[in-house]
């Protein structure tokens, strides 16, 4: 019988499964999981050479996650809160696929107008609208009435709350939303970070874990994802 590194000696108190991710592994872990097509590494490629905003990109193994979520619940209808140079909207966008429809909210002509030209090329631009205005104002001008299966929010921190308010209203009972950051790169559990986006991160965890209205998991992948279903 193989030995289970997890269990614990006999009369001893269970190991928790956590496995530490050094560069080999993680190498390991992109190069098991659906590659990205040309278009995708092309854009991957190009958001690199921003330099330092390069970071804002989701990264490869969560766009696949993305993907495959969208698709697993048979979304039609989904929205993004922040989009930068549209990675995770064609992975979203493929998720759906024909006819189903993205609406994506952002604030940056610069950044978008990369995302626009990647959408083209990747087929996906008939399923997306874009909104340039501030994403509060957007989804609060929606139909109050349930229009989405999915949600992704990867925007301005502070800002998480209110997104995910005016999402889960608007969120068919069963549907899914996603939520970028949330292990904010392990600032969240030290104590002498007391920025306002760790604080405003460690906020919005605990607003989620204590939302009777959902049920959550938050997730090591990256820099960490909070599933998210409402409740019937």
């Known amino acids: 019988m193989a030995r289970n590194r997890y269990l614990a000696p006999e009369g001893g108190v269970m190991k928790p499964k956590i496995l530490p991710l050094g560069p080999a592994l993680y190498e ?18 190009e958001t690199d050479r921003l330099g330092d905003r390069a970071v804002m990109q989701i990264a490869p193994e969560q766009g696949t996650f993305l993907r495959l979520l969208v698709a697993a619940i048979g979304a039609r209808r ?27 909210c952002d604030v940056s002509e610069e950044w978008t107008a990369v995302a626009r030209r990647y959408w083209e090329r990747a087929g996906v631009a008939d399923r997306i609208e874009l909104r340039l205005a501030p994403a509060a104002a957007t989804l609060r001008s929606l139909p109050a009435e349930p229009v989405f299966d999915f ?12 997104y995910y308010e005016e999402v889960l209203r608007r969120l068919r ?15 969240v559990v030290r104590p002498d970070e007391q920025d306002e ?22 997730t090591p992948i990256a820099d960490g994802i909070t599933l998210v279903r409402k409740r019937s």
Do not use: Q
């Not at 390991?28 to 490629?45: N, S």
């Not at 929205?79 to 140079?85: H, K, M, N, R």
């Not at 939303?177 to 790169?185: F, P, Q, R, S, T």
């Open 78 to 104: 989904a929205v993004e809160v922040g989009t930068f140079t549209g990675y995770s909207a064609i992975c979203i966008a493929r998720g759906l696929g024909p006819p189903g429809r993205l609406l994506c």
């Open 173 to 187: 009972p069963g549907g899914l939303i996603a939520v970028d950051n949330v292990l904010w790169g392990g600032d």
């Open 28 to 45: 390991y872990i992109l190069a098991h999981r659906t590659p990205d097509d040309a278009v995708l590494k092309e854009l991957r490629e």
């Open 151 to 162: 949600a992704f929010i990867d925007a301005d921190k502070p800002g998480y709350p209110v």
């Open 197 to 218: 986006d760790t604080a405003a991160i460690r906020r919005f965890n605990d607003l989620v874990a204590g939302d009777g209205r959902v049920d959550s998991v938050m």
